[in-house]
């Protein structure tokens, strides 16, 4: 009686503190009649979820009711002083050659950012004016709550304020990759909600960053971000994610991914930063032929939490998936890697392997690994696998006989076992920046 009164509370709680957010900041949101109605139905989805916790199968290594509590406020919109201190982290995160397109506080910043001489095909403009201003099926593909039931897409949803809708149209192939960054720049604790959209059309080719990082002095905050994507068939989009934030920093970030026929989405997400994040990807096969790579890092130490969720939906046959997972883990970080494939009874010829490793410095350190299969057609080629284990101590050995240090021999060991899933980084540049930010992990060590 008094465990269950216990939850109750709780989750009326959290309810109680969200319904009050939504009521002061709902005139700041983008969006009125239909959109603002989209938003209410969210909120109200939210509070009868809750948080969720261990018993919710899909979040039982990542207990939010227990590690979330308590709801910041929204962040203000970044006046000069945050620009300011924006800009001096931009410097170092920006990637060279790329287009920047610059989120401040969860709020677009042009004074940051390049709308410059756009490429043939290539259309930007900001989530606010496509909420109030934008066609309907673009507002659709934004707003749509058959994506996911997940209380923490609910919670986006009803207060996403500002992010990029990103359109490349039929046969464009984009020379330049286009960044998003989002700078977390406030003085105060805040939370942040963005949402972006970007549209792959049919023979278009596409590089997309996405790199999350606070500047200095920044307080603890909160980041809840949603990216939805549909990539048209014949074309290509590949995509890095780096998750760079404070260190103790929250942030739930969700990806829904449509694929289209004969096309190719090959995707890299490395997470070293925060003290407790989720990034959960839902990918979905909508076209025959389609080839889908997603590869992951977690470098994680101190007592930092780091999830990793994918979801892979073969809902059409001759649809080939690899999934490669590296994390690493000193001290008593924790990592979470849970992969599901599932193959629809129409899929026919579906090909999908997928392997997690991860690498213990610490005794204290705790890795759940959970890969998962869901097979309903009997034509298929799939298998999965999973490792847990230290380093190798006779390589240790071996590079330390040749008079390494035992610090830099570890490093080039763990650049080693993290090298396989970022290699499949196609861009030189991009590969090489990916590199240098577990090279970043690696000397904070120690």
């Known amino acids: 009686m008094n465990v269950a009164l216990a939850k109750t509370d709780m989750k009326t709680d959290t309810s109680r503190a969200l319904s009050e957010a939504f009521a002061n900041v709902r005139e700041r949101l983008p969006g009125t009649g239909s959109v603002a109605e989209v938003r209410q139905r969210a909120l109200e989805s939210f509070e009868q979820q809750g948080l969720p916790h261990r018993r919710v199968e899909d979040w039982k290594y990542t207990d939010l009711r227990t590690s979330m509590r308590e709801v910041l406020p929204l962040a203000a919109a970044p006046d000069e002083a945050a620009a300011s201190r924006a800009a001096s982290i931009l410097k170092s995160t920006a990637v060279k050659g790329a287009r920047q397109l610059v989120l401040v506080d969860g709020v677009y910043a042009p004074q940051l950012s390049n709308l410059g001489k756009l490429e043939k095909g290539l259309a930007i403009r900001t ?17 749509s709550s058959k994506q996911s039931t997940d209380p923490m897409v609910s919670l986006n949803t009803a207060m996403m304020t500002d992010g990029v809708v990103i359109e490349v149209s039929e046969g464009a ?8 960054i989002h700078i977390a720049s406030g003085a105060v604790p805040a939370a942040m909600f963005t949402r972006s959209l970007l549209r792959v059309g049919n023979k278009a080719k596409v590089t997309l960053i996405e790199s999350f990082v606070a500047a200095d002095g920044a307080k603890s905050y909160q980041a809840h971000d949603a990216l939805v994507v549909s990539v048209g068939s014949h074309a290509r989009l590949d995509h890095v994610r780096l998750m760079e934030d404070a260190r103790d920093a929250f942030n739930v970030s969700t990806a829904f991914v449509t694929v289209g026929a004969h096309s190719h989405f090959n995707t890299f997400n490395l997470t070293a930063g925060g003290q407790l994040s989720r990034y959960q990807a839902f990918i979905k096969f909508a076209g025959e032929h389609a080839r889908v790579e997603t590869n992951g890092v977690n470098l994680l130490n101190g007592t930092q939490h780091g999830d990793t969720t994918l979801f892979l939906d073969h809902a059409v046959p001759n ?19 849970q992969g599901r494939i599932i193959v629809r009874p129409d899929a026919q010829k579906t090909d999908a392997k997928m392997m997690t490793r991860a690498l213990l410095l610490s005794d204290e350190a705790e890795a759940d690994n959970k890969p998962e299969l869901e097979i309903f057609a009997d034509d298929v080629t799939c298998g999965h696998g999973a490792t847990t284990g230290a380093l190798d101590q006779s390589l240790l050995f071996y590079l330390r006989a040749r008079g390494l240090p035992e610090k830099e021999a570890q490093a080039l060991l763990i650049e ?4 396989e899933a970022i290699e499949s980084i196609v861009d030189d540049n991009l590969r090489d920046i990916a590199v240098g930010a577990a090279r970043r992990w690696l000397a904070a060590r120690g």
Do not use: C, N
């Open 127 to 143: 989530l606010r004016d496509a909420l109030e201003t934008g066609g309907e099926a673009v507002r659709d593909q934004l707003l």
């Open 173 to 180: 192939e984009l020379a330049q990759p286009i960044q998003i």
């Open 319 to 337: 649809g080939a998936s690899r999934e490669v997972f590296r994390a690493v883990l000193d001290d008593r970080g924790h990592s979470v890697f």
């Open 416 to 419: 080693a076992f993290v090298g």
